[in-house]
């Protein structure tokens, strides 16, 4: 199992994990093996000590999450628009526990930044609160997001907007950039997406 991360005060958090897994076959990726528990389990480990709250954004049965013992959050409406229609209900889940910002991951990402939420915290004190983090380029799925987007957000979702990036740019997100390992480092892509068959192979690999 992937060492948790140390605890740091932060804002509420949810992982996305609303995709179809089609790269993979189908079925929850998020649910594969994965050193000595899951995907999922690997994720929530580095992410729940950095965050106040907790929940799992998911469509379907969420009886096939209860053993993590998380709030299973559906799609906001209009639903099956991507990882936005997850950010949107994440941020209504967010308002009712009195918060006032979102950090969200994605679901297959086992090795992301320990780091991460207070990094993504300094990047959003520029602008108006929103940050997205980047490596060789930007994930805006790893994102700091205020609450007070919830309306904005609601209105792009109207409109058919799909883009993270796109919606987080014109909420004028901070950038938090982390680096890559070096070439040759036995540390992994802390980004790196359990996407497809070989992806996973690689990420149980760097284990």
């Known amino acids: 199992m992937t060492t948790p991360c140390n605890t740091v005060k932060a804002p509420v958090g949810v ?19 994965f050193g000595t528990g899951t995907v999922l389990e690997a994720v929530i480990a580095r992410f729940a000590p950095q965050v106040a709250a907790l929940a799992l954004s998911a469509n379907g049965d969420p009886a096939r ?35 006032t910002h979102l950090v969200t991951v994605p679901a297959d990402a086992p090795f992301l930044p320990c780091d ?27 994102a700091l997001w205020p609450v007070t987007c919830r309306d904005r957000l609601a209105a792009a979702l109207e409109r058919g907007e799909r ?24 540390w992994p892509d802390p980004f790196l997406n359990v996407n497809t068959p070989a992806d996973l192979a690689r990420a149980r690999a760097a284990l």
Request: net charge neutral.
């Open 15 to 33: 992982i996305l994990a609303g995709g179809q897994s089609r790269r993979m076959g189908g079925g929850d990726k998020t649910l594969l093996p």
């Open 65 to 99: 999450f209860a053993r993590f013992g998380l709030p299973v959050l559906p799609d906001g409406d209009p639903a099956g628009q991507g990882p936005l229609s997850g950010v949107l209900a994440a941020l209504d889940w967010a308002m009712v526990q009195g918060a």
């Open 116 to 142: 991460l939420v207070p990094r993504l915290i300094l990047a959003g004190e520029g602008g108006p609160g929103a940050a997205i983090a980047a490596s060789d380029r930007p994930h805006g799925t790893f």
């Open 163 to 186: 883009r993270v990036l796109a919606f987080a740019t014109a909420e004028g997100a901070g950038i938090a950039t982390f680096p890559l390992p070096d070439p040759g480092s036995r």
